[in-house]
């Protein structure tokens, strides 16, 4: 049996992991489309155009552009939900008694900084149960 590549080891292979905020922030881009569209139509409307004639070809655009931001919002949603799940769950740990608990991103992850903060704070803890 071969053995996974490094780069593969640390992938996350679930990619909706907070369900109500990676949806919530779908949602949201996709009225910002829907939107556009309707301002799209009432200008073409105000311009004199016929609605009737570029409508196909608007919905065309309009439904190319959601299926594209509902592949690239669970994708990018997925770096800041994936972080902060990790986050959760290793003060989950530390709230649990556990004891030399660190949080540990991927290069690729957002918040790093957030990592290194709740580490000192797991540490300043760790510290304080020791004396």
């Not at 922030?25 to 139509?41: D, E, N, P, S, T």
């Not at 609605?51 to 594209?68: K, Q, R």
């Not at 991927?106 to 004396?131: G, M, Q, T, W, Y």
Request: contains cysteine.
């Amino acid at each position: 049996m071969k053995a996974e590549p490094e780069a593969n080891v640390h992938r996350r292979r679930i990619k909706v992991i907070d369900n109500v905020f990676q949806y919530r922030m779908i949602a949201v881009l996709l009225v910002i489309v829907v939107c556009g569209a309707a301002a799209f139509a009432a200008g073409a409307l105000l311009a004199g155009q016929r609605l009737l004639s570029i409508l196909p070809s608007l919905l065309i655009n309009d439904l190319v552009i959601m299926v594209l931001l509902i592949v690239a919002g669970i994708f990018l949603t997925h770096r800041v939900a994936g972080p902060v799940f990790r986050v959760q769950s290793d003060i989950d740990k530390v709230l649990a008694g556990e004891k030399n608990v660190r949080v540990k991103f991927r290069r690729s992850d957002a918040f790093p900084e957030l990592a290194e903060k709740v580490n000192k704070l797991i540490e300043r803890i760790d510290d304080k149960s020791r004396r």
